[in-house]
């Protein structure tokens, strides 16, 4: 083999190699201090004309829940509030349930409101989310007293 093949074959080796240490640590950056939000988003700020946009809550009914609570894992007894749906769930700080589990993603469920049904969808995270013991790849209804498991946290819909 000739001088300039080895050279190139060593160059192309270590411009892989160090491809694949970035990638890596961008992974470990976002998982350690999350998505970046725009800021946009992170001030609230209204769309442009000045007028903020009414958002669309959900059809209150009796006997419908109201907040999402945590009914077992190491947050016990945090909640979110259904009227302020979406909700997120996930370790970041974006998260309406932000969760302390190694399990659990940093962006990693979110519960959404279509019609008057509640619906759990996974946001494509490492560890899945399940709803009952059936890991779930599309947003699932879930009603009241389902149990909902990220990680090793169980969430709840409760009135």
Excluded: C
Aim: glycine content about 10%; proline content about 4%.
């Amino acid at each position: 083999m000739s001088e300039l093949t080895l050279f190139l074959v060593r160059f192309a080796y270590l411009a892989i190699l160090w491809i694949f240490v970035l990638s890596a640590i961008s992974v470990i950056r976002s998982d350690m201090f999350g998505a970046r939000v725009p800021q946009a988003e992170r001030a609230g700020s209204a769309p442009r004309g000045g007028q903020r946009q009414a958002t669309a809550k959900p059809p209150r009914r009796r006997g419908s829940p109201t907040h999402v609570l945590v009914v077992e894992g190491a947050n016990t007894g945090d909640r979110a509030e259904l009227s302020e749906a979406p909700i997120l769930v996930g370790r970041g700080t974006d998260a309406a349930i932000r969760l302390d589990d190694d399990y659990v993603s940093t962006r990693h469920a979110r519960v959404v409101a279509s019609g008057d049904q509640w619906f759990v969808e996974d946001l494509g995270s490492t560890n899945g989310t399940y709803v009952g013991s059936a890991r779930i790849t599309q947003p699932t209804a879930i009603t009241m007293g389902t149990q909902v498991r990220i990680g090793k946290t169980v969430l709840e819909l409760r009135k």
